[in-house]
């Protein structure tokens, strides 16, 4: 899951100031799993935005809405009259959705609810943790299943650094070094000579340091 | 018609014979029959063929209700004496069934009686995580009192009794149920159940086991889309009374919005004498206050709230225990973004409920006081 993260809500406040009518619009696939963006936390974060504004005595109607997902075209227009007749609208979505809605309604301010995080798992209920940094160019297959861009502080690929110590990571106690999982992992497999071909230097440019990047699949697209 | 005492009968006893021409009228609202009820077996004496053991009939097998007269069917009081109407209803579906069998002149086992089998419906997490509560029991006065005076014997039982032997009762089919074209397959339910009840299959639709939920209600707070409703006491319905609650006492400030466990023991005169002794109190109960969330502590304070006020039920009389931590945890949320508001976390405070009745006056003094030095809420109603 893409998570998302809801934006203190001192610096929502400040964002939405003077915004006047305000429509607080939901993404309810990734974010509403996140418990950050679905349409609950928009009616929770639109109750708070009105008490502050109560308060302020700033004029200005705060409503809700939401869509499945703000990243497609398709859902986005549905609520094309309701942002219509807002004069702002605040989204609850990851950067994508928050992109998106700026593409389709280019005369209307949109201001981020949600910091986008990462991609990840869920450990627990309210506990998410990284496992993907969309790199582009998979090698799990040489690394037990654990990968070290997403993992390692230092996205080493040839690891472990002189910072693992029982097997925790140098920038903190609570952080497994991930490079000590990848050789406890091979290990109990018996495939630890997978290790002993290094790494080349990584391409990057799959990862987007080759400037934006653009999946087409020609036989869909044409 | 008026009775009078006839001649003894072989025991020497009188029995009350009715006088003929004393009918008489009453100018009454309600009637309750009050009456003794017994069997009228005369009709079996002109059934020689039905097997009887004194006046009652003999239900040869007991699972068809068959009788020794091929093709009569018997259950209910003729059969077993006095007993529950439930019991006579259950034996006329069981005769009934057993008459199908006979008419299809068919020997298929019947099933086994409902009684055996529903119980064991409950799975292993409804049973072994809620909290078991003995039936109420009602007081018998003791003998040597009985032959003092002219109190009630058997006494039925008092509101609060009443009201804690009404919420023993299972929530079978009051439960959650997940709208499928909202629901977006998010887990959140399946994992904040204390029961464990959500189930989820390979493409995430989610299960909700109607016999086994038990309302408790985390799901429907926690589902970030709102797909999961609950039939008993719906969350709309508490919002509503919520805000006809407000509209009726906006001449009084301040207002200290109270949500009152329903778990608690408590009656509706206590419920009364709040609202005579705390005006500024606009009390609410709740089916457990892990029902309630930040969106409704804020609600309250759009509605014009100057404080808002959680009582949780005693620890022992909690059906869910294990849902107390999350109700800290989300006042604790609650706090910090009345804080960033300016509200100030003081203004929502939680307590406990007394062991008997609705709040301890001494805790609600002290709130009442301390919120009316605090003054209005800053927001401007």
Redesign the interface.
């Known amino acids: 899951v893409i998570t998302v993260e809801q934006k203190?809500?001192?610096e929502i406040?400040e964002m939405t100031k003077g915004h006047g009518r305000l429509l607080v619009l939901?993404c309810?696939?990734c974010a509403?799993?996140s418990?950050s963006?679905?349409?609950?936390?928009a009616?929770?974060l639109a109750?708070?935005i009105?008490?502050?504004r109560?308060?302020s005595?700033e004029e200005g109607e705060v409503f809700v809405d939401?869509v499945?997902r703000q990243c497609e075209p398709e859902f986005v227009d549905l609520v094309e009259k309701e942002v219509e007749q807002s004069r702002a609208v605040l989204s609850l979505a990851c950067g994508a959705g928050v992109q998106l809605l700026a593409e389709r309604f280019p005369n209307k301010v949109i201001i981020p609810g949600c910091n986008t995080t990462f991609l990840g798992v869920?450990e627990?209920?309210g506990v998410w943790s990284e496992r993907c940094a969309g790199c582009g160019n998979c090698i799990l297959d040489k690394t037990g299943g654990l990968c070290p861009i997403a993992r390692c502080a230092k996205q080493l690929l040839n690891g472990p650094c002189g910072g693992s110590t029982n097997g925790k990571c140098e920038i903190s106690r609570d952080v497994d070094c991930v490079w000590q999982l990848i050789i406890d992992r091979l290990t109990r497999l018996d495939r630890l000579e997978i290790l002993e071909e290094i790494f080349p230097v990584k391409d990057w440019s799959p990862a987007g340091h080759g400037g934006p990047r653009k999946m087409v699949r020609e036989d869909l697209a044409s | 018609m008026r009775n009078e005492l006839g001649e003894p009968d072989a025991g020497g006893r009188r029995s009350p014979t009715p006088l003929p021409g004393s009918e008489f009228s009453l100018n009454v609202d309600t009637v309750i029959a009050a009456i003794g009820q017994a069997l009228d077996s005369s009709f079996l004496s002109n059934e020689p063929k039905l097997g009887k053991k004194g006046n009652r009939i003999v239900a040869k097998d007991p699972d068809t209700l068959a009788t020794t007269h091929p093709g009569v069917f018997a259950g209910g009081d003729a059969v077993t004496g006095p007993a529950t109407a439930v019991a006579a209803i259950a034996a006329g579906k069981r005769a009934a069934l057993g008459m199908d069998l006979y008419l299809k002149k068919a020997s298929k086992p019947l099933p086994e009686p409902e009684r055996d089998t529903e119980p064991q419906r409950i799975s292993g997490p409804v049973i072994g995580k809620t909290t078991k509560f003995s039936r109420s029991q009602n007081t018998n006065l003791p003998v040597s009192n009985r032959l003092s005076g002219f109190d009630e014997v058997a006494s039925v039982f008092s509101e609060d009794l009443a009201t804690t032997e009404a919420l023993r009762c299972l929530h079978c089919h009051l439960g959650a149920k997940v709208d499928r074209e909202k629901c977006i397959s998010c887990l959140t339910c399946v994992r904040v159940c204390p029961l464990e009840i959500p189930k989820a299959n390979k493409m995430g639709e989610i299960v909700i086991d109607p016999v086994d939920c038990q309302a408790c209600g985390m799901c429907a707070l926690e589902c970030p889309v709102g797909a999961i409703e609950i039939s008993l006491h719906p969350h709309h319905d508490m919002v509503h009374a919520m805000e006809k609650a407000m509209s009726d006492t906006s001449h009084i400030s301040p207002r200290i919005v109270s949500f009152f466990d329903l778990h608690g023991n408590f009656g509706a005169k206590d419920l009364e004498r709040l609202k005579t002794h705390y005006p500024n109190v606009v009390p609410l109960t709740v089916f457990g206050l892990r029902r309630i969330g930040t969106y409704d502590v804020l609600k309250a304070f759009e509605l014009g709230a100057d404080a808002v006020l959680l009582a949780a039920c005693p620890h022992e009389m909690d059906p869910f225990p294990e849902t107390r931590n999350k109700v800290k945890g989300r006042m604790a949320h609650a706090s910090a973004i009345m804080e960033a508001l300016g509200l100030g976390a003081n203004r929502l405070k939680t307590c406990d409920m007394p062991e008997k009745g609705l709040i301890l006056e001494t805790f609600m003094d002290e709130l009442v006081q301390k919120i009316k030095e605090m003054g209005p809420s800053p927001i401007q109603v």
């Open positions: 203190r809500l001192e406040l939901g309810e696939t509403a799993m418990l963006g679905g349409k609950k936390q009616e929770e109750s708070a009105r008490i502050a109560k308060q005595q939401a499945a869920t627990k209920l």
